[in-house]
Structures are given as structure tokens and as C-alpha cells.
């Protein structure tokens, strides 16, 4: 980022978007950092700019990039895995024309100006299957998504792509696991269990968990998807060699064994199981990743584990 350029953030009032706001706000300015959302969230409507944006209204977009004079954007507004299969139709809709009006503001803005706007694009290991090589699943291999959600992120990557090798767009992205952090509501997705529990266990009440108890997930703290994010940002891009999505993982565990790291925290903690449609969701998602490209092209490394995250969380 120029030091006459802003950054612009969709989504800001999001699980991801509050953390790295702030990140972003602490890094480069909190003038620098314009924050957007539908709706507000005083977490970040409170420590710098934020104005109210529907990513769907194209001309706002780019009116609102011209005025801040904005050369990244971080485009996060999206509806989650589980909050997607109630309503297909506004999930299809907003996941995608919202990129698509992205990329098209980026490809026009690059056109006009003598540099190219950066774009930063969260995926998901929503795109897997049932299909995959369920451990170390790999960078490539078969993507074969179960929800509309999954499928909008397949959609995405191949966008974002596309966009890069056609017009130039310099659009980065990553596959995110479960996130988990403290500082902004969960978002509807279906690894959001992990948070949930995190906050029963620490508020001393019980928890019913709608995930198998054995079903294992790649997970991150959300410290490390925050860094991780900014350092892909920050890499130099003739090293990238993945334009539609990277593979990167932090942890991977299962509700029982998160309930077992809680357990040495808090004493007496009491987990039922009932298994819901996010369950079904769940089993058809990677045991574990294999983030190597990831780590081989911009150097990245996690900094949690599920202690460390545990012990951060309560």
C-alpha cells in the first residue's frame, strides 16, 4: 500500500473483518483503514472510519473506492456454510456478483490508473468433498464441494484465476479452515462449534455440540488467519504460483479432543452431542491440510496450536 492509498475492507462487522481491521488499523493508521459492512459493529465502527456498503450496489463500490482513494481491498462479506443452505438463492447471489463486482472494479481501476489494485479473497475448505484424500489433503485434487457455500468459494477461486491470468488482477486468496477468535460474534459457520464451546466452557455452563464427537477439522486461531492474510498480501507476487486459492492450515482436532484441552482449564466441563445438519457438513470436509505450497511460496507458518489457542481463548 501507497502512501496515498487507503485500505478498504467488505464485511468488516464479520468474525474475520473485526480482527483484521483492527490489525490493519494498528499496522498502517486508523484513516487509512476504511472499514464497510451492511451493519454496523461498534468494534470497528468505534476506532476508525466505517460507512454502511452493500457489495451487491456496484456503483456505491466504486464511488466509495474513488473517494478514499482505496489500492487494497479485503473482500470478506459472504454468507457461511451452514447460515447458505437456508436460503440458496441470496447465498449464490451475494457470494458471488459481490466478488464479481470486485474484480470488475479491480480489473477498471487497473486499466485507468498506473498501478493495479491489490485484492485479498477469503476461500474455505468448503470447496472439499467427500471424495478427497481425507488427511494431508493436498493443494490440488478433486473439488467436489457439499453446500451452496462450497460451492460459491469453487466458483470464486476459479474467478479470481481467471481474472488474474486474463486482465491482471492481482487478487490473492486463501483456503481457510475453522476460525476461532474472541472479539466478534461467529458468522454461521459450521465449524463455528469451537467458539461456542470456547464461550460455554468459559462462562461455567454446559454445552450441546451439534458435531459428531470424533469428527476431526483443520482449525486456526484467528491471530494467525489475520497474519496470514496480510503476509500473502505483502509477499511478493511473482513468487505465488496458486492464483485461485491456497491450501493453509494451523490445527486440526476433533470436538472431543477440543473438550479434553478445555477440561485442563476447567474443571467439571460437560459436553452432550447432538449431532444437526452441520455434522453432515462436517464429515464431508479434510481430517487435515497440506499447506506446503503455501509455506514454500510466501513462507508461512502458524504460531497456535490447540493449546495454545485454548489457553489464549478462556
Not at 438463492?89 to 498501478?115: F, H, I, P, Q, Y
Not at 467436489?144 to 470464486?156: E, F
Not at 466478534?184 to 459457520?189: F, H, L, R, V
Request: charged share 25%; with cysteine; proline share 5%.
Amino acid at each position: 500500500m501507497s502512501n496515498t492509498e487507503r485500505i478498504l475492507i467488505t464485511g468488516a462487522s464479520g468474525q474475520l473483518g473485526v480482527e483484521l481491521t483492527m490489525h490493519l488499523r494498528a499496522r498502517h493508521g486508523a484513516d487509512n483503514v476504511i472499514a464497510t459492512d451492511v451493519r454496523d459493529n461498534k468494534a470497528v465502527s468505534g476506532t476508525g472510519p466505517f460507512e454502511q456498503l452493500d457489495v451487491l450496489d456496484s456503483d456505491s463500490l466504486a464511488a466509495m473506492v474513488r473517494r478514499h482513494r482505496i489500492g487494497t481491498i479485503y473482500h470478506l462479506a459472504a454468507i457461511l456454510s451452514a447460515k447458505g443452505e437456508a436460503d440458496i438463492r441470496w447465498t449464490w447471489k451475494l457470494n458471488m456478483d459481490g466478488l464479481l463486482n470486485v474484480l470488475e472494479l479491480a480489473r477498471d481501476e487497473g486499466a485507468a490508473a498506473s498501478t493495479r489494485m491489490e485484492i485479498f479473497w477469503p476461500s474455505s475448505i468448503a470447496v472439499f468433498g467427500p471424495d478427497l484424500p481425507r488427511e494431508n489433503t493436498p493443494q490440488e485434487c478433486p473439488l467436489n464441494p457439499t453446500t451452496v457455500y462450497g460451492i460459491t468459494k469453487l466458483a470464486g477461486e476459479q474467478l479470481c484465476a481467471y481474472y488474474h491470468r486474463k486482465f491482471g488482477v492481482d487478487v490473492r486468496s486463501l483456503r481457510f479452515p475453522g476460525l476461532i477468535g474472541n472479539k466478534s460474534e461467529p458468522g454461521g459457520g459450521t465449524t463455528d462449534y469451537s467458539v461456542d464451546m470456547l464461550r460455554a466452557a468459559a462462562a461455567g455452563e454446559s454445552f450441546v455440540c451439534p458435531v459428531r464427537p470424533e469428527t476431526r477439522l483443520p482449525m486456526m486461531y484467528m491471530d494467525d488467519a489475520v497474519r496470514a492474510a496480510t503476509d500473502l498480501m505483502d509477499a511478493d507476487g511473482s513468487k505465488l504460483r496458486v492464483r485461485s486459492s491456497y491450501n493453509i492450515t494451523a490445527m486440526s482436532f476433533s470436538p472431543k479432543e477440543l473438550l479434553d484441552a478445555i477440561r485442563a482449564h476447567v474443571n467439571g466441563f460437560d459436553v452432550a452431542y447432538r449431532p444437526d445438519h452441520r455434522a453432515e457438513i462436517a464429515s464431508s470436509w479434510p481430517d487435515s491440510i497440506d499447506d506446503s505450497a503455501a509455506r514454500r511460496d510466501w513462507g508461512w507458518e502458524p504460531k497456535f496450536d490447540l493449546p495454545d489457542m485454548v489457553r489464549e481463548m478462556l
